[in-house]
């Protein structure tokens, strides 16, 4: 158990719809990132957030929008959903600050799919 | 976008032997980091090397660096069946502070 909780396991929508994604980081990291791994297109880093603000972005699609909140918990909103985004959805949390990652632990995944 | 890339995409092997993986990066890094996915699961992290190391082991695990040929292998050694699941290599640069994630090997150990 890697202490990152990630929150629904599954979820099956359709085209057009919103979701939102949780994830609860380990407790005391300030850091939490999120990727998103599909068969074609590997594991891709989306965004990470430090202590409630934004520190990088990646290959985050504009229908794509991402907040930490003062608990620390972030969430991954997904909106105007197309079949192409079905895929795991990883958050990942670190006790370091961006700059110097260091370790990432993984939650067990958001399985999102899109009919 | 891929930073690093491993090779073989697939890896099968009998219990027992050895299991050796690349990876290789286009650009310089603070770190490289391996990690362990078994079927659908979260990734395990297993290791980490950091620029100016050049061999570290741990357990069966053995990693190497070569920052010249921007490259890294990962020998698991006296594999077992439990070993099977994918490996992944990951690097962190400059300031960025994110990890980039190759596509992976996936390597099976048949008991």
């Known amino acids: 158990d890697s202490g990152v909780t990630q929150t629904p396991k599954h979820l099956i929508t359709a085209t057009g719809q919103r979701v939102t994604l949780r994830c609860s980081p380990r407790?005391?990291?300030?850091?939490v990132y999120w990727y998103q791994q599909s068969l074609d297109q590997g594991l891709q880093f989306l965004i990470q957030y430090y202590n409630g603000e934004e520190r990088a972005k990646g290959n985050i699609l504009e229908r794509f929008s991402a907040q930490q909140f003062p608990d620390l918990h972030s969430e991954l909103n997904l909106s105007s959903l197309e079949l192409g985004d079905s895929a795991l959805y990883f958050c990942?949390?670190?006790?370091?600050?961006?700059?110097?990652?260091?370790?990432?632990?993984f939650g067990e995944g958001s399985r999102l799919t899109v009919l | 976008s891929q930073q690093g890339e491993e090779d073989p995409q697939a890896l099968s092997i009998q219990e027992g032997e050895n299991a050796t993986m690349n990876c290789s990066y286009k650009t310089s890094i603070n770190n490289l980091q391996w990690y362990r996915q078994n079927s659908g699961r979260g990734l395990v992290h297993l290791i980490l090397?950091?620029?100016?190391?050049r061999e570290k082991h741990s357990g069966r695990l053995r990693v190497t660096l070569d920052t010249s040929k921007k490259s890294s292998s990962l020998l698991i050694t006296a594999s077992r069946a439990a070993d099977t699941a994918s490996y992944f290599c990951a690097t962190e640069r400059g300031s960025q502070g994110n990890l980039i994630f190759g596509k992976g090997t996936k390597l099976s150990v048949k008991p």
């Open positions: 090397i950091r620029s100016n190391e």
């Open positions: 407790s005391g990291d300030l850091s």
């Open positions: 990942a949390s670190s006790a370091k600050p961006g700059g110097h990652t260091g370790e990432l632990f």
